[in-house]
Structure formats: structure tokens, C-alpha cells
């Protein structure tokens, strides 16, 4: 399918005209509300066939599938300020634990991001995924400056377009569509990249070519890139290029001040026993903190309660519990126990299915819970810290998917933590 913009129209033409009548009955409403995203007007849309004989055009925009239209960037104009960023500074809560990650990333908007690269580095739900979002909000929203574009993307978005670009033999369009006319890239979770030789390569190249540009990149990882394993020095050289901040947990202060903001955006008065409950229960994660008061609040007002002390510990009773740290015995038995596996089946070689589901599980926990190093919790598994990594973001992965496994994790945490 390829397809080019005239005047409001969108114009694809499929390869024959049973594409085309498919597309036209199937997905037509689809692409339009999809284009009318990245476009900012709702397009007309034209499909048809090449007339017998003549070739299609070469491919100009992405394949359509039924569920969406999978474009390759978002790429905000500066003089057309975009809607779909979700957070930017205004509701960003700062606090010691990430005040260097926030000014940061204000400073470089401020320098219109000639300046240095910058590396976020956080657990799952501290922010960086937020400031990162900020800035492109933040600079789609400028007037007067000399950006021309941001280009907002997840490695595994990256990957998963490069992998296509390959297949179709488009690596050079590939290549030019991100090279061209950008001024910032912000790329998330960067870990990904680990022991993807061809796809560090590629992004070592973009990097160099961006960097000789003038142009800049914000990362971000779950890890600091000295925890990062089979990823290229040069690549791994890059990330520390720049400025490092890392995102901490939030200190007491901090979670109280975040119940307050969330609970005044709902336009709900919580009660200071409320609030401290929720703040000493909920330490580390501030999306799951966000969460419980809105589900505080609709029960609230669902039910035509008042909000106390028991209405909130019933909805706390569907969050994490988080408390003292752990030590590994603690996790390697709760696992054990989870599974119903001896700990000889999680430091075998086995590579089957639920064994390494339970190794995946013990890796998180401990990351989680301790302060161990990667290579630390490792050799209590005979392992090395780039498999450990490895489990670690394939279990973050499926609990950000919300998937089946990332259920059972869920639940194995609160498990653990009650």
C-alpha cells in the first residue's frame, strides 16, 4: 500500500483492486481518524488500484493495518502545537529525588537543546517517561524557536520500523527519515538495544550523524548505562556523553505533596489522615500512588461515601504494599514457594517455560526490593548480570502490557509484600 498527500487528501493505492475494495470497506474510518493524528485535519481518503500494466508508487507511507496506522514518528510542529502529549512540566511534582532529572530537561528546552545529550534513568513509574513527554509538550508549544523538528520514539518502536524497513527494502528511506530535519530525539528505554548488534550499529550511526548535525538526545533506561551489557563501548560511550540523572524513590514529603496535587485534579479534599495513609503505603511508585487516589476518589463518589481512613485502606488493599527492604532468602522462598520450584530448578541451565518465568520473577523482586547489584543477585542464580537485565525488563515489559504474565506478577508482588 502506498499513498501521498494532495491538497486534503489522502491517496493510497493498493498493489491490485481487491486490496483496494478491502481497505475501502474494512479500514477506510480507521486511516482517517489515525491520519487526522498525525496530519491535524481530518483528510479525505482515496483507494484505488494502479490501472493494468502500470506499477504501484514507491512506498511513501507505512502499511495499514485494521487495528491502526502505524506511522514512524510523531513529529510536533512548532507553530501547530500538538494534543497528544500527555504530561508536561506544569504537572510535574518536584521533589530531592528528581530535581536534577527536572531541571535538566527544563534547562535544555530553555537552550532549545543545543546544549548536551541527556540520560534518565529511573525504576518504572518515577517520572522519566513524564519529563520526557514534557519537553516535547514544552517545545511543540514555543513560537519563536529555530526547532524543526522533535521526534519522539520507544527503542522498540525504533526496532520493530527498522525490522520493516529491511523487509520491504526501504532501509534508506529508513535511514533519511530519521536523519533529516531533526534538532531532538527523545528515545525511551534504551535497554532494549542490549545484545541487538545490527540495530546498535544503526542507532550508533543515527547518533554520530545527529551529534555532526548539532542535534541532540534525551534517553532513557531503567538502568545507568554501567549496568547495560553487549551493548557497543561506543554506543554505551554516547549515553554517558552527556549529563546522567538519575530518578529516585520519593521521599515522604514528596508522596505527600502527590496525593495533594492528584487529589485537587480531581477536585476532591482528602483528610490528612488520608493522605499520610496513602503516602506510607504507596513508596515507590508514583504512577501506582496517582492511581489510588483516583480509584479513592470514584469509590468516593460512586458509592456516596466520605472518604476516611477505611474507604482508603479497601482500595489500598489493590495496590502494592511496600515496606522494609527484603533479602534474597525472603524473595528466593516467596518465589519457590509461588512456583513450586526448589531453588536447584531456578540455578539450573533449564530453559523451560515457568522455570524461567520464576527466574524472571526472583530478578524484578530483588531489583525491586534490595539494593543489590545486577551481578549481585546474578550469582545467586549462577548468572550473569546481562541475563539478569534481560528478565528484568521482559518482566517490566508484560507488567507495562498488562498482560498475562504481567498479572501474575502484580499479583506475586502484592503476594510478597502482604
Same mark, same amino acid.
Given at each position: 500500500?502506498?499513498?501521498?498527500?494532495?491538497?486534503?487528501?489522502?491517496?493510497?493505492?493498493?498493489?491490485?483492486?481487491?486490496?483496494?475494495?478491502?481497505?475501502?470497506?474494512?479500514?477506510?474510518?480507521?486511516?482517517?481518524?489515525?491520519?487526522?493524528?498525525?496530519?491535524?485535519?481530518?483528510?479525505?481518503?482515496?483507494?484505488?488500484?494502479?490501472?493494468?500494466?502500470?506499477?504501484?508508487?514507491?512506498?511513501?507511507?507505512?502499511?495499514?493495518?485494521?487495528?491502526?496506522?502505524?506511522?514512524?514518528?510523531?513529529?510536533?510542529?512548532?507553530?501547530?502545537?500538538?494534543?497528544?502529549?500527555?504530561?508536561?512540566?506544569?504537572?510535574?511534582?518536584?521533589?530531592?529525588?528528581?530535581?536534577?532529572?527536572?531541571?535538566?530537561?527544563?534547562?535544555?528546552?530553555?537552550?532549545?537543546?543545543?546544549?548536551?545529550?541527556?540520560?534518565?534513568?529511573?525504576?518504572?513509574?518515577?517520572?522519566?517517561?513524564?519529563? !520526557?513527554? $514534557?519537553?516535547?509538550?514544552?517545545?511543540?508549544?514555543? =513560537?519563536?524557536? %529555530?526547532?524543526? &523538528?522533535?521526534?519522539?520514539?520507544? *527503542?522498540?518502536?525504533?526496532?520493530?520500523?527498522?525490522?520493516?524497513?529491511?523487509?520491504?527494502?526501504?532501509?534508506?528511506?529508513?535511514?533519511?527519515?530519521?536523519?533529516?530535519?531533526?534538532?531532538?530525539?527523545?528515545?525511551?528505554?534504551?535497554?532494549?538495544?542490549?545484545?541487538?548488534?545490527?540495530?546498535?550499529?544503526?542507532?550508533?550511526?543515527?547518533?554520530?550523524?545527529?551529534?555532526?548535525?548539532?542535534?541532540?538526545?534525551?534517553?532513557?533506561?531503567?538502568?545507568?548505562?554501567?549496568?547495560?551489557?553487549?551493548?557497543?563501548?561506543?554506543?554505551?560511550?554516547?549515553?554517558?556523553?552527556?549529563?546522567?540523572?538519575?530518578?529516585?524513590?520519593?521521599?515522604?514529603?514528596?508522596?505527600?505533596?502527590?496525593?495533594?496535587?492528584?487529589?485537587?485534579?480531581?477536585?476532591?479534599?482528602?483528610?490528612?489522615?488520608?493522605?499520610? !495513609?496513602? $503516602?506510607?503505603?504507596?513508596?515507590?511508585?508514583?504512577? =501506582?500512588?496517582? %492511581?489510588?487516589? &483516583?480509584?479513592?476518589?470514584?469509590? *468516593?463518589?460512586?458509592?456516596?461515601?466520605?472518604?476516611?481512613?477505611?474507604?482508603?485502606?479497601?482500595?489500598?488493599?489493590?495496590?502494592?504494599?511496600?515496606?522494609?527492604?527484603?533479602?534474597?532468602?525472603?524473595?528466593?522462598?516467596?518465589?519457590?514457594?509461588?512456583?513450586?520450584?526448589?531453588?536447584?530448578?531456578?540455578?539450573?541451565?533449564?530453559?523451560?517455560?515457568?522455570?524461567?518465568?520464576?527466574?524472571?520473577?526472583?530478578?524484578?523482586?530483588?531489583?525491586?526490593?534490595?539494593?543489590?547489584?545486577?551481578?549481585?543477585?546474578?550469582?545467586?542464580?549462577?548468572?550473569?548480570?546481562?541475563?539478569?537485565?534481560?528478565?528484568?525488563?521482559?518482566?517490566?515489559?508484560?507488567?507495562?502490557?498488562?498482560?498475562?504474565?504481567?498479572?501474575?506478577?502484580?499479583?506475586?508482588?502484592?503476594?510478597?509484600?502482604?
Amino acid at each position: 500500500m502506498t499513498g501521498e498527500i494532495h491538497d486534503r487528501t489522502l491517496i493510497l493505492t493498493a498493489p491490485n483492486e481487491f486490496v483496494a475494495s478491502w481497505v475501502r470497506e474494512r479500514l477506510q474510518e480507521t486511516i482517517k481518524q489515525v491520519s487526522s493524528d498525525i496530519l491535524g485535519f481530518v483528510p479525505d481518503i482515496s483507494v484505488s488500484a494502479p490501472a493494468k500494466g502500470q506499477a504501484a508508487k514507491p512506498a511513501m507511507i507505512p502499511k495499514v493495518s485494521q487495528e491502526r496506522l502505524s506511522l514512524p514518528l510523531e513529529y510536533p510542529q512548532a507553530s501547530q502545537p500538538r494534543c497528544n502529549w500527555r504530561f508536561s512540566f506544569d504537572d510535574f511534582v518536584v521533589g530531592n529525588c528528581n530535581q536534577l532529572a527536572y531541571a535538566a530537561c527544563t534547562s535544555l528546552c530553555r537552550e532549545q537543546v543545543h546544549s548536551f545529550n541527556l540520560f534518565l534513568c529511573s525504576g518504572p513509574g518515577l517520572g522519566k517517561t513524564h519529563l !520526557l513527554q $514534557a519537553i516535547g509538550h514544552h517545545l511543540s508549544c514555543i =513560537q519563536d524557536h %529555530s526547532l524543526k &523538528q522533535v521526534a519522539y520514539i520507544s *527503542s522498540e518502536q525504533f526496532a520493530n520500523q527498522m525490522i520493516q524497513a529491511i523487509k520491504h527494502k526501504a532501509i534508506d528511506q529508513f535511514k533519511k527519515r530519521f536523519r533529516e530535519n531533526i534538532d531532538l530525539l527523545l528515545l525511551e528505554d534504551i535497554h532494549f538495544f542490549q545484545g541487538k548488534e545490527k540495530m546498535q550499529e544503526e542507532l550508533l550511526s543515527l547518533i554520530k550523524t545527529l551529534e555532526g548535525n548539532g542535534s541532540r538526545v534525551v534517553f532513557t533506561s531503567s538502568f545507568l548505562p554501567k549496568e547495560l551489557d553487549k551493548v557497543d563501548s561506543q554506543l554505551t560511550s554516547y549515553f554517558c556523553s552527556g549529563l546522567l540523572a538519575p530518578i529516585q524513590k520519593p521521599d515522604f514529603d514528596l508522596r505527600m505533596r502527590l496525593v495533594q496535587r492528584k487529589a485537587a485534579q480531581f477536585d476532591i479534599t482528602l483528610p490528612q489522615p488520608v493522605c499520610e !495513609l496513602v $503516602a506510607n503505603t504507596i513508596t515507590s511508585d508514583v504512577r =501506582q500512588l496517582e %492511581s489510588c487516589i &483516583q480509584n479513592i476518589t470514584l469509590k *468516593s463518589r460512586l458509592l456516596h461515601e466520605e472518604v476516611s481512613p477505611d474507604l482508603a485502606r479497601e482500595v489500598l488493599k489493590n495496590y502494592s504494599r511496600e515496606s522494609q527492604p527484603a533479602d534474597m532468602e525472603t524473595i528466593i522462598n516467596h518465589v519457590c514457594r509461588s512456583f513450586e520450584l526448589q531453588l536447584t530448578k531456578l540455578q539450573s541451565k533449564s530453559r523451560k517455560k515457568q522455570i524461567v518465568m520464576a527466574r524472571n520473577a526472583a530478578f524484578y523482586l530483588a531489583r525491586r526490593y534490595t539494593n543489590l547489584s545486577l551481578k549481585d543477585i546474578g550469582q545467586h542464580f549462577n548468572r550473569r548480570h546481562s541475563t539478569v537485565l534481560k528478565g528484568i525488563t521482559s518482566m517490566e515489559k508484560e507488567i507495562t502490557r498488562d498482560s498475562v504474565v504481567g498479572r501474575q506478577m502484580l499479583r506475586m508482588t502484592e503476594r510478597f509484600e502482604s
